[in-house]
């Protein structure tokens, strides 16, 4: 019965309300379609070479975010989010080992240094949690700094003369010069692609393709990874291949983002995309259409207020995120006040039916007026609001002498006395409560018992005639007492 009750209570306190939904799509819609007319008339206005240095920036940066989102969701599943920074700095001491043996930045090498140096970051953070005893988080932080120590100290040794790695490249990216400078782009058979895209392209569709076959596996090693290896997908292996993965897709998007702002990509549409939706298929979706939404955005913005591409669109993807936590329909701040304020105007509304019943059930005269009604519940706005939706619903109604229950009012009024009245039966009988200790704890939970719930209590009930005090329950819908 407990089990019953708290799935009535929860789903009372978290399920959006149809309307909510429609206004929030209707919402969306509308924005997202103003925001593509003014966009497609804005792009048109700009001349054919800024045309196309545009459009390669944003498809550039549109590939980026979408392989960042599909393996930043299975990282914030596993609340590893801090892995992505870590993996961004701790890759680099991979990346110049990989140049100095390689000579050059041949992408090869790159990622080859990159997987092993991410791969290494997470077996020794690994280690360090389940050998050493030190906690996940602190166990995380001592890998990557050290590493990323270490990058830096071999970065000032090894690049003082014939040997160049770009500090703004790692860092801060440079998505501002595809398309631009012929000097980043590649020849791909017949085409010549920016070199960015080259990079991240196949890491995309790499990520796609691995989450797409072993999609079971990750799903279920992501929420249990105990189930995960009872069933036998060893989720040890999954983890670290999912670490491949992001380190892949970071040192892919470090010219294009640089390695600060691939953070921002690897977490922020995953964040958002949690916050929209609790189903991981979709969440997938989501994050990758957040991610495409920042790229192109982020990308306009910083074309019209001329600053960094990669540092705006990562403010871009901080605001839709902030967005997301005001309007999310189940975990959104506004959201979550609307729906407690429902919840309230209802309490109020059934403590005003449930006291008016009490007063008419000892068969007197006396009626309150709307002032006394009011203020009997507390009084403010939000009594004075649900009298008023009372009287419109047509469960109240106005007399010369008061208020009075019409047969609506008074049908929802007894079930809901009905309610309190067995909730008190059953914690004097099942529970040995005095009867003083009954009243306040019915009075909070007469709000979320529905039908089925007092079936089960009656059920569990010697008599449910009478409660504790020696007052009648009354009759549940069509039945009648002889």
Not at 345 to 368: G, K, N, P, S
């Amino acid at each position: 019965m407990y089990a019953a009750y708290e799935q009535v209570e929860s789903s009372e306190l978290a399920a959006p309300s149809a309307w909510w939904k429609s206004w929030r799509f209707a919402l969306v819609a509308v924005i997202l379609t103003v925001a593509a007319i003014a966009y497609v008339a804005w792009f048109r206005e700009l001349d054919d070479r800024q045309q196309r240095a545009l459009a390669w920036v944003t498809l550039v940066a549109a590939v980026t975010n979408v392989a960042c989102a599909t393996v930043g969701c299975f990282l914030l599943l596993r609340r590893m989010s801090l892995m992505g920074d870590a993996l961004a700095h701790s890759v680099l001491p991979g990346l110049v080992v990989a140049f100095i043996f390689a000579g050059s930045l041949n992408i090869g090498f790159m990622f080859v240094g990159a997987l092993a140096a991410g791969l290494a970051t997470a077996f020794l953070a690994d280690t360090l949690n389940r050998r050493g005893g030190v906690p996940a988080d602190a166990s995380l932080g001592v890998v990557f700094v050290s590493l990323f120590a270490l990058g830096v100290v071999l970065i000032k040794r090894y690049t003082g003369g014939a040997i160049h790695l770009d500090f703004d490249c790692v860092f801060a990216g440079e998505l501002d010069l595809v398309g631009i400078s012929s000097n980043k782009n590649m020849s791909v058979g017949p085409f010549e692609l920016p070199r960015t895209l080259v990079s991240v392209g196949p890491v995309l569709i790499l990520n796609i393709a691995v989450i797409t076959l072993l999609w079971k596996e990750f799903k279920v090693s992501s929420f249990d990874p105990a189930l995960a290896t009872a069933m036998g997908f060893r989720a040890g292996r999954l983890h670290y291949l999912l670490m491949a993965l992001v380190a892949l897709t970071t040192v892919a998007s470090f010219e294009a983002v640089g390695s600060i702002l691939v953070v921002a990509m690897l977490i922020v549409p995953a964040a958002t995309a949690h916050l929209l939706t609790d189903r991981l298929s979709k969440m997938l979706w989501v994050s990758a259409g957040v991610g495409l939404l920042t790229a192109v955005a982020g990308c306009a913005l910083a074309r019209l207020i001329e600053v960094n591409t990669a540092g705006t669109i990562a403010v871009t993807g901080g605001a839709l995120y902030g967005v997301a936590v005001l309007l999310s329909p189940r975990y959104g701040v506004v959201s979550t006040l609307l729906r407690n304020a429902r919840i309230s105007a209802r309490i109020v509304r059934e403590d005003m039916l449930a006291m008016l019943y009490r007063l008419e059930e000892l068969a007197t005269d006396r009626q309150l007026g709307e002032r006394q009604v009011v203020q009997a519940v507390g009084g403010g706005l939000l009594a004075n609001w649900g009298l008023w939706s009372l009287l419109r619903r047509g469960d109240v109604q106005r007399t010369d002498r008061g208020l009075s229950l019409t047969a609506s009012g008074k049908q929802q009024a007894s079930q809901l006395v009905r309610s309190h009245r067995l909730w008190e039966a059953y914690l004097v009988e099942h529970l040995g409560l005095p009867l003083d200790h009954v009243h306040e704890p019915a009075e909070r939970i007469e709000h979320f018992i529905d039908e089925r719930l007092r079936e089960q209590i009656v059920a569990d009930l010697p008599a449910a005639d009478v409660d504790p005090h020696g007052r009648g329950i009354p009759d549940a819908p069509g039945e009648s007492r002889s």
